[in-house]
């Protein structure tokens, strides 16, 4: 299988602090895989370190092949990357179709010109982002809010407003910082679906840092188990779940 | 109530101890000598009324709850139904106005036109963008000088200058944007006033090219397709009422700058229109909302605020070139900070993000000096207590912005 995602070595330290310790681990493509471990783990860090947000210390991120440990966020994105945060980033003031509108900013004419005369091809970009608009509110179920503002829809209803903006980038590889945080079980168990309809039906990719251990064990491919910044553990769920490290790491020594 | 009192008594000392420099002294010419008249009344009614509103402060307040709900309540005008017809309306009749006014209203209203466009420039890049920019007014001095020293040394007509002014303030937009939009907020603010000074001091100190404070005189007026507005034409040229057949008067020249005016700032209405629909207007508006989703999802946050620097400037600099052409003399002295203040303080009274507004804003700031030219010695005074009650009752500026949304329609 093609590998999409190498990480080696990673190392992200905040002066005497080191958060992230020699991470490695590689993800082939069309796997979900799940990054768990305990709070302050340094999971948020190793995802901003593959995202772009920081810059390492130490190690190197492959895409594809191609180094990105040292391009800036947007430029990542643009390779294939994106991801969603722990709290929610919405622009909250926009309204839902307009926040799947800004997403595929890189796929519509953006030229002065065309836009203040309204060529053709510009018609047509707009045209097309707003069919993309509109079936991705279909496939996470937020058609009905279009017109409503980001910030007035439930809060499960932004995680997915979330995911779905990823989507109209057309991504790679979905980074999904703790999809399931503050969600009910009903709604959990629609994020299980979805996930798996984006990696069968989509052909993305995805990395997701979760606490929910049904919903990590019933989905995920591989785990990767981090505990004060190093990789203690990486295998399928069943091998996690029997890992003595992983189970002290969770409850502590004996 | 006693600590009211004490509450009242020590705003009045203030007052007292802060009026008598500004108001209480005043110099006064007796042949040749300046001597200090001190009056002390003027100070003393200052004390008595702060005194006096600060010890009813809570009774006002109280009063004012039931109208601060009402103000809440006042419309932002919703005239969506009928906005074709009312824009049109207005435009006809901004159009015929001058032909059955004075000379000296539409030299306001011109003056006020250009206000307009400063604001509309500056709109976008505080008002959409959301980045504090205190030195605007260096892009309108750059389009200004750019006409009057392209006329000056080479000889090159308004039509042909205003695009080039246009492009070189977009330039310097371009340039100060390069290594300052790192810079969030306070920061960007302080580095764009200090740009502002720097344009203002080097075209005060470049004399042999730019005049230094003497400044450029005898600009050229623009031309309506080569007929000049003077009584006599240059060599080889007609003036216009040669040509129309009809006797001189100075009052076509003021109403063809006040039309002309009025069609730069519809092209600015339109252009700014479309932006805010486009991709980079919603850019725009997500970068100010949130900038690291908006990296998260592939937008280059300097690029898209450079855009809007660029834009912003190249307004500024169109209406230099108009500015310079309407005076026919500039100086460093009509670009200083107090101008870069007046266009944010127009920005920020008409409502962030809000044309209408910005508009509203403009005319206001402009004709009301004109017409309390009494009260000149009071202008500031009273333009710092316009903006503190508009701070206190309406934050979100006169008209507030209402962005076009996109609709998903099924």
Redesign the interface.
Same mark, same amino acid.
């Given at each position: 299988m093609k590998i999409l995602l190498h990480v080696e070595n990673l190392g992200m330290r905040f002066g005497g602090l080191v958060a992230v310790d020699d991470v490695s681990f590689t993800m082939h493509a069309h796997q979900i895989m799940a990054v768990i471990g305990p709070n302050g783990a340094g999971k948020t860090t190793a995802f901003n370190c593959i995202s772009g947000f920081y810059t390492p210390t130490q190690g190197r991120v492959e895409l594809s092949g191609k180094c990105i440990s040292d391009l800036p966020g947007h430029d990542i994105a643009r390779l294939g990357l994106v991801r969603t945060f722990q709290n929610i980033r919405l622009f909250n003031n926009m309204t839902v179709t307009e926040n799947l509108l800004v997403a595929q900013h890189c796929n519509v004419n953006t030229g002065l010109l065309a836009g203040l005369f309204k060529t053709p091809d510009f018609r047509k970009k707009e045209k097309q982002a707003m069919e993309k608009t509109a079936y991705w509110l279909e496939q996470v179920g937020l058609l009905e809010f279009a017109n409503r503002q980001a910030d007035t829809l439930a809060y499960g209803q932004q995680r997915r407003l979330e995911i779905a903006r990823c989507m109209v980038t057309s991504p790679k590889l979905l980074l999904l910082d703790e999809p399931a945080a503050g969600l009910n079980p009903n709604e959990t168990a629609d994020l299980d679906q979805l996930i798996m309809r984006l990696r069968d039906d989509h052909g993305v990719s995805i990395l997701l840092i979760e606490h929910d251990m049904s919903l990590v064990m019933g989905i995920s491919d591989k785990i990767v188990v981090l505990d004060q910044g190093c990789n203690i553990a990486s295998g399928t769920p069943a091998e996690i779940r029997e890992n003595p490290d992983v189970i002290r790491a969770y409850l502590g020594e004996e | 109530m006693k600590q009211q009192f004490s509450d009242a008594f020590i705003a009045a000392l203030l007052t007292g101890l802060l009026t008598i420099p500004i108001i209480g002294t005043q110099l006064v010419t007796e042949g040749i000598t300046l001597t200090l008249a001190w009056d002390g009344w003027k100070v003393m009614t200052a004390m008595a009324i702060v005194f006096v509103v600060r010890l009813l402060t809570p009774q006002i307040s109280q009063a004012m709850q039931g109208v601060k709900k009402a103000s809440s309540k006042l419309p932002s005008i919703n005239f969506a139904e009928h906005q074709t017809i009312l824009i049109t309306i207005v435009i006809v009749f901004a159009f015929i106005w001058p032909f059955f006014s004075s000379r000296g209203a539409i030299d306001i209203a011109t003056l006020t036109l250009i206000y307009i466009m400063l604001g509309l420039g500056l709109n976008i890049v505080v008002g959409f963008a959301g980045l504090l920019d205190l030195g605007y007014v260096a892009f309108y001095a750059v389009g200004a000088y750019t006409y009057a020293l392209l006329s000056q040394y080479y000889g090159l007509s308004f039509w042909v200058c205003l695009p080039i002014s246009g492009l070189l303030a977009a330039i310097f937009g371009f340039l100060l944007g390069f290594p300052v939009l790192r810079l969030r907020g306070d920061y960007l603010a302080i580095v764009t006033l200090g740009f502002g000074e720097i344009i203002r001091l080097v075209l005060n100190n470049w004399d042999s090219l730019t005049g230094g404070p003497d400044g450029i005189t005898s600009i050229p007026k623009p031309t309506l397709f080569g007929l000049e507005f003077s009584r006599r034409a240059q060599e080889g040229n007609v003036p216009f009422h040669e040509f129309m057949g009809i006797d001189y008067s100075g009052t076509y020249k003021v109403i063809f700058l006040y039309i002309l005016a009025l069609i730069l700032v519809l092209i600015t209405l339109y252009?700014i229109n !479309?932006?805010v629909r486009?991709?980079?207007g !919603? *850019?725009w508006? *997500?970068l100010r909302? +949130?900038e690291?989703?908006?990296? %998260? @999802?592939? @937008? +280059?946050?300097t690029i898209i605020k450079l855009s809007a620097f660029t834009l912003g400037a190249t307004f500024a600099g169109f209406a230099g070139a108009f500015f310079a052409a309407r005076q026919g003399f500039i100086n460093p002295e009509s670009f200083t900070f107090i101008e870069s203040a007046i266009i944010l303080a127009i920005v920020v009274l008409g409502g962030m993000g809000s044309q209408l507004g910005v508009i509203l804003a403009a005319i206001a700031m402009t004709v009301l000096p004109e017409l309390a030219r009494e009260f000149d010695q009071y202008r500031m005074l009273i333009f710092g207590l316009v903006m503190i009650l508009m701070m206190i009752w309406r934050p979100q500026g006169l008209l507030p912005a209402h !962005?076009p949304?996109?609709? @998903?329609r %099924?």
């Open positions: - | 252009v !479309r932006l486009m991709p980079v !919603r *850019a508006e *997500a909302e +949130n690291i989703a908006c990296r %998260s @999802l592939g @937008l +280059n946050p !962005r949304k996109i609709e @998903l %099924s």
